[in-house]
């Protein structure tokens, strides 16, 4: 039986564990997907040793940085962005090849696209955290120009309180990388003029829980078009797939 996992410190509910074994189930796959809780990136080679079976992995927080040094290959998307939350398992004889790629793109750039029109040219990425690096990649290979948006002083990023109504019209695709709105603190959301926003703006919130962020929500009375990132999450899940079963060494 092949086996697929994630790796993560700690592991609460996982979206992976209950999406590929209920994939595995209704397609008569041979295979189970496990949790591996790992306090240190260090035991990776012990998860790899005690499994044997393993096929492929996905990498969680805090490890898409930590893994990149005990792999063998990445791929150039992967070593752009300078994370992986993928590895694929190859079994060469005795010995164990691993490489890294990066499924956030591809989730995030398949979700967001459809709703991109041309008046889309420049876009906020809210949060200067691990995914926001993703999505600033997935944005520029849509082709459009991206700014940082920070609570602190940062090189290249503008602070919340300096967004005014003209750079709402200029910048009107909006991606939420922070955690802010999430479950149970449903009640918060970032600091920006909403009232500025309107049919041509886009909020994307990465936040799937719950289905419709306060983010989501105010944007939406002035009418933005919102989206959350479930099907990013699923999307992500596909490529996964995809990328364990490619036949790229």
């Not at 990776?44 to 393993?54: H, M, R």
């Not at 008046?119 to 999505?135: D, R, V």
């Not at 290249?156 to 149970?184: A, L, S």
Request: charged share 25%.
């Amino acid at each position: 039986m092949d086996k697929y996992g994630l790796i993560g410190y700690p592991l609460g509910h996982s979206f992976s564990i209950s999406y590929f074994n209920q994939k595995f189930a209704d397609e008569n796959i041979d295979a189970v997907y496990e949790n591996y809780e790992i306090p240190s990136i260090d035991l990776l080679a012990e998860v790899l040793d005690s499994n044997p079976e393993l096929k492929g992995l996905n990498v969680t927080i805090p490890y898409k940085q930590k893994v990149i040094p005990f792999l063998d290959n990445i791929s150039p998307e992967a070593r752009a962005i300078g994370a992986v939350n993928v590895i694929k398992v190859i079994h060469e004889g005795k010995n164990i090849k691993l490489k890294g790629y990066n499924s956030d793109v591809i989730g995030f750039t398949q979700s967001i696209e459809p709703m991109l029109e041309r008046h889309h040219k420049k876009a906020l990425i809210l949060g200067t955290g691990g995914a926001s690096k993703a999505i600033d990649y997935g944005l520029k290979s849509l082709g459009l120009e991206t700014v940082f948006v920070s609570r602190y002083e940062r090189p290249d990023t503008i602070q919340y309180q300096r967004i005014t109504h003209e750079v709402i019209k200029e910048y009107n695709v909006i991606v939420n990388c922070t955690p802010m709105g999430m479950f149970p603190k449903t009640d918060e959301c970032p600091l920006l003029p909403y009232e500025a926003m309107d049919s041509h703006t886009i909020l994307y919130d990465l936040i799937y829980n719950p289905d419709e962020t306060l983010f989501m929500k105010r944007g939406a009375e002035y009418g933005a078009n919102v989206k959350n990132g479930l099907e990013m999450l699923l999307l992500q899940a596909f490529a996964s797939w995809d990328f364990w079963h490619n036949d790229d060494k």
